[in-house]
């Protein structure tokens, strides 16, 4: 059963708040991003496809595997994940600017989750997260994309 | 037939050079990074592969679609294209660092070539480049990344 439009935009409504956000670190430059991926990580391991959204900025997009280019009003139009999906992702590299203002971490995800008839499926991925700083000193991510890896052996 | 390894190399050797570099430009911001893949995808179109690994900073990754994350080195040892292929790209948004060291665009691309038995294939698909200013003052990507769109109707 797929959530209403309404249920999914009130839990965005709802998980919209600082304690998601991506607040200002103390960390900078590459060590920031690290930190930026792990707590953007941690809330979607807790919370789904509701927190997920949340990382992104205004203008942010997602280049969707086998999809568009989706906005961030697309992305909180998405089907809310099966229960007991998962999503992680661990950075290879992290590189910023130096201005320290846009940066970019590339690494390796794993997505689990069910198929239609219910059978528990994982796909191997790599995956490019952009991050600006917005004007609010937030960090949000401006572009996120990812694609597949072979099975693992 | 697949080029030897040497002939690759030989090929790139040849090829890495500032014709082919993208060079220090007047264009600064996102005109720069619009010029920068417009230059990328004008070598490409003449040149084809050769001319592709050019274009990476000596740290620079493809995360190939499908595969994993290959350095400058494997991308050059990737056996070259066949005769009639080409690679072509439009950006849809660039954005540039504050310091103009550091930026993106991502955009569409369309990749032609031909299967296995010679007849004409077309993949359709998005792509994100990450470009950093390299010490010398030239462009490199550092980050390419692309996966597929679906079939135009």
Redesign the interface.
């Known amino acids: 059963m797929k959530p209403s439009t309404f249920v999914l935009l009130l839990l965005a409504t709802l998980f919209a708040t600082p304690a998601f956000a991506a607040d200002q670190k103390s960390a900078t430059g590459a060590d920031l991003l690290v930190q930026l991926e792990a707590d953007f990580a941690k809330a979607v391991a807790e919370h789904g496809h509701a927190a997920f959204v949340t990382y992104f900025a205004d203008d942010g997009?997602e280049?969707?595997?086998?999809?568009?280019?989706a906005t961030r009003d697309a992305i909180r139009q998405q089907p809310a994940w099966p229960e007991g999906t998962s999503l992680t992702w661990t950075p290879?590299?992290a590189?910023?600017?130096?201005?320290g203002?846009?940066?970019?971490t590339?690494g390796n995800y794993v997505f689990k989750s069910k198929d239609k008839e219910g059978k528990p499926v994982t796909y191997c991925g790599?995956y490019?997260s952009?991050w600006?700083k917005q004007k609010d000193g937030s960090w949000k991510v401006?572009?996120d994309?990812?694609?597949?890896?072979?099975a693992p052996k």
Do not use: C, F, Q
Request: no cysteine; aromatic share 6%.
């Open positions: 997009v280049l969707e595997e086998g999809g568009g280019i290879v590299k590189d910023m600017s130096a201005s203002d846009l940066g970019y590339y790599k490019t952009i600006k401006v572009v994309m990812g694609n597949s890896s072979p």
